[in-house]
């Protein structure tokens, strides 16, 4: 089973849908004992980095998630969820993230060009590390082995991961190269949406689900 982890942040009926389609046995739950009991999750959000924070924390559900992690269960954080992964977020702020993926959240602005649009909303190829002297592709993140170097994801953020380039699996091209998507280990990000990027997100859902 793969538990959404509802913590008052987020639109989550798109993704629950998009799983169901792909044949997902998907729950949505901020009950700890579910997400405990449940083969994978998944952490999601839209918002700013503090408030998400403090919600995750208020529930309780922050202990539950990282300890379900570094217990080797299969976690994947998207958009805001993905930036929770991390050390620090400084949106607003500096706030203390889960700490699962070395690195920070910082703003796009004076690291894309001053003419490109913030927030960066829409359609965006994804570059995978071996396409820059990286990873080989036999060493591609399990979660895009459906998906191809230069496929479209869809995306809406004004903030991304920085200092992180050992976990990164996939960049992005906005002006600059930023980190589209991170892993360490059995945690995964992705900064775009899955379950709004059509045949694309849908693969790389399946992927996550196989795990």
């Known amino acids: 089973m793969i538990a959404i982890v ?3 942040v987020g639109n989550l009926f798109s993704l629950q849908s998009s799983l169901k389609y792909i044949g997902a046995d998907v729950t949505v739950t901020g009950d700890a004992s579910e997400l405990r009991a449940a083969d994978k999750i998944i952490l999601p959000g839209v918002g700013a980095f503090g408030d998400a924070a403090d919600k995750l924390r208020s529930t309780g559900l922050d202990r539950v998630v990282t300890t379900e992690a570094e217990g080797g269960k299969p976690l994947l ?5 993905m930036q929770l992964l991390f050390d620090i977020g400084e949106e607003y702020g500096t706030h203390r993230g889960l700490g699962l993926i070395p690195g920070r959240v910082v703003s796009m602005k004076g690291t894309v060009p001053c003419y490109y649009k913030i927030p960066h909303i829409g359609w965006n190829h994804l570059i995978f590390p071996e396409n820059r002297g990286g990873l080989s592709a036999s060493e591609r993140s399990p979660i895009f082995k459906y998906i191809e170097n230069g496929d479209c994801v869809y995306f809406v953020h004004s903030f991304y991961g920085a200092d992180c ?13 930023l980190t589209a998507a991170v892993q360490k280990d059995n945690v995964y990000g992705c900064q775009f949406h899955p379950e709004k990027s059509g045949e ?4 790389i859902l399946k992927a996550f689900c196989q795990l």
């Open 6 to 8: 509802d913590y008052g």
């Open 165 to 177: 380039d050992e976990s990164v699996i996939a960049y992005t091209e906005y002006g600059s190269l």
């Open 77 to 81: 954080g998207i958009c805001l969820g």
């Open 200 to 203: 694309t997100g849908l693969a």
